[in-house]
């Protein structure tokens, strides 16, 4: 599948801010079945400042100056990104959940892609014996390591709530589980909770959905903002496996990764300081448009 990605995310502030120091992350780049075929940001207003850099898992990320005095924000994204089908996977055909958590505890990996950094507590997930207890009712000894998170992903979706008035960006973890509803953010830091809590890495990963679905099929829940699910790491055979509990799907060509990190507060789209005062309103529009061959011949419009 080939797309065209259109995010703007606006701010309005109460009163006018004179200067601005943010970090954008809203720019995906090459990864593991995904292709970049072209990107452009624009910002408003003109920073006087911009560096683009690669953090530590190798997400995209711009440290902007802003020294104009103003009350809108906005971070415009264009990009057209290519994405190719997961391989198809026998979930039984993994190894075992207790294998992953013996084989992760003793490597000594420090590289990017090592499972190793993603078994510990992070900003907004620390452990929980609430939501270990629950997710371990589905690993049962011996169970494959991806059909153990899969049920665990199918059982997120079947007794949560989708529900964007339950909570916020910084409700935690505990309390949407205990709440049982949530938006994709908590339901992806609930899954990532319970499998760390046995041991097991999880990543959190932030991108979009596909706007409109195909013929005949439903659209996904999360569609219309930036979307998180969890990537699970299921043995050295088969690496990292994209799970999505607001949806109860398997990752595949409906995904476009935008970050990945441990969590949250590791791919928040936009971060920063601001002189001024007074309170924020926050507005975002996504489109991730399917395109076709004729279509994919055409230059990319700003």
């Keep these: 599948m080939m797309y065209d990605i259109h995010q703007t995310t606006a ?3 109460a009163n006018a801010v004179p200067v601005a120091r943010h970090v954008v992350r809203m720019v995906p780049v090459e990864r593991a079945l995904q292709r970049v075929i072209v990107s452009h940001v624009r910002v408003e207003p003109e920073p006087v400042e911009w560096t683009e850099t690669r953090d530590f898992f190798g997400n995209s990320v711009l440290h902007i100056r802003i020294e104009t005095p103003h009350t809108d924000f906005k971070v415009h994204t264009r990009a057209r990104v290519a994405v190719e089908p997961a391989p198809a996977l026998d979930a039984e ?4 959940w207790e294998e992953v958590r013996e084989m992760v505890a003793s490597s000594r990996d420090l590289s990017a892609q090592s499972p190793v950094h993603h078994i510990y507590p992070s900003i ?3 452990l929980s014996s609430p939501i270990t207890d629950w997710a371990k009712q589905s690993f049962a000894p011996d169970t494959p390591m991806l059909s153990a998170a899969i049920d665990l992903m199918n059982r997120i979706y079947d007794e949560f709530t989708y529900d964007p008035r339950a909570t916020d960006v910084s409700t935690p973890a505990l309390e949407a589980f205990n709440m049982r509803a949530g938006v994709c953010q908590d339901f992806a830091h609930i899954m990532i909770a319970g ?6 890495p999880a990543a959190y990963v932030s991108g979009f959905l596909r706007t409109e679905p195909p013929p005949g099929k439903e659209r996904l829940q999360g569609a219309d903002a930036t979307h998180a699910w969890v990537a699970v790491w299921c043995g050295p055979e088969i690496g990292w496996q994209g ?14 990764v935008l970050a990945v990190g441990r969590d949250y507060a ?7 300081v601001l002189l001024g005062s007074g309170g924020q309103k926050l507005s975002v529009a996504v489109d991730v448009i399917p395109i076709d061959a004729v279509a994919q011949a055409k230059p990319l419009a700003e």
């Design 266 to 272: 590791d791919v928040a789209p936009i971060g920063g």
């Design 11 to 13: 701010y309005r502030y």
């Design 195 to 200: 499998l760390r809590g046995l041991g097991l």
């Design 93 to 96: 055909g993994s190894v075992t």
């Design 124 to 126: 907004a997930v620390p």
């Design 243 to 256: 799970l999505d509990p607001t949806n109860a799907l398997l990752v595949s060509t409906d995904h476009v």
